[in-house]
């Protein structure tokens, strides 16, 4: 069974410019949730997406998208970045086929923002 | 506020017991507690999770207080493995739309 990865492992980017993260759930999960870490701090919960769809919301603004496709995949686009932007990003998948919905962690994305 | 309350750090003996507490003073009766935890350079890994009733898993256990508004999650032997950041977490579902991670405690172990 493969676990959840995410690409690319480091990334830098520019203030104003925007970046695309991707997330390939673990097999079988149709969920999938985005959350930031900034340093020395938890996670945040950006949003989750069920069967392609956006299923819940965190208080980030809507230069924070994302996209889920057919085969569960998932991917984190966030537009005019910003130096505050700069964090590790997680995805998680799950899925709701089961009594509880243990979410599965990839490693996470570093996304530096200068 | 929906985040729990953990002391930022706690220390422990190799092949002791620890015993991690959590604050959720503003618990409603729907709602879950979870922990997670994770390790240096990873992402969090599920723990336990319980409602109502003290709950039992191969990693810990999870001793909920009667009135709900704490909870102490208990490795029964801890090792260097264990060393991590520990979140407790409290949502009114399962479906982790909700997760509110608050800083966490992290979890020395000494050999």
């Known amino acids: 069974e493969t676990g959840v990865t995410q690409s690319p492992t480091h990334l830098i980017k520019t203030r104003g410019q925007q970046v695309t993260l991707r997330c390939s759930s673990q097999?079988?999960?149709?969920?999938v949730s985005w959350y930031q870490q900034a340093l020395g701090q938890g996670p945040q919960f950006i949003f989750q997406?069920?069967?392609?769809?956006?299923?819940g919301r965190g208080n980030f603004p809507p230069r924070f998208s994302g996209l889920q496709f057919p085969n569960y995949s998932s991917e984190l686009n966030v537009n005019a970045l910003e130096l505050d932007d700069s964090a590790l990003y997680l995805c998680?998948?799950?899925?709701?086929?089961?009594?509880?919905?243990?979410?599965?962690f990839g490693p996470g994305t570093r996304l530096t923002v200068l | 506020d929906a985040k729990t309350t953990q002391p930022n750090s706690m220390e422990s003996n190799e092949e002791e017991p620890v015993h991690l507490p959590c604050n959720h003073s503003?618990?409603?009766?729907?709602?879950?507690i979870h922990w997670y935890r994770q390790l240096p350079s990873q992402g969090p890994e599920y723990v336990i999770h319980?409602?109502?009733s003290n709950v039992n898993n191969r990693m810990a256990s999870l001793a909920i207080a009667e009135d709900r508004k704490s909870s102490t999650l208990i490795l029964h032997r801890a090792t260097l493995r264990d060393a991590a950041v520990y979140y407790c977490?409290?949502?009114?579902?399962?479906?982790?739309?909700?997760?509110?991670f608050g800083p966490g405690t992290r979890l020395s172990v000494l050999p």
């Open positions: 998680a998948s799950s899925s709701v086929a089961y009594t509880y919905n243990e979410q599965f």
């Open positions: 097999s079988g999960h149709n969920t």
């Open positions: 997406y069920y069967r392609e769809e956006e299923n």
């Open positions: 503003t618990i409603s009766g729907t709602d879950y």
């Open positions: 319980g409602l109502t």
């Open positions: 977490i409290k949502s009114r579902d399962n479906y982790g739309q909700n997760f509110v």
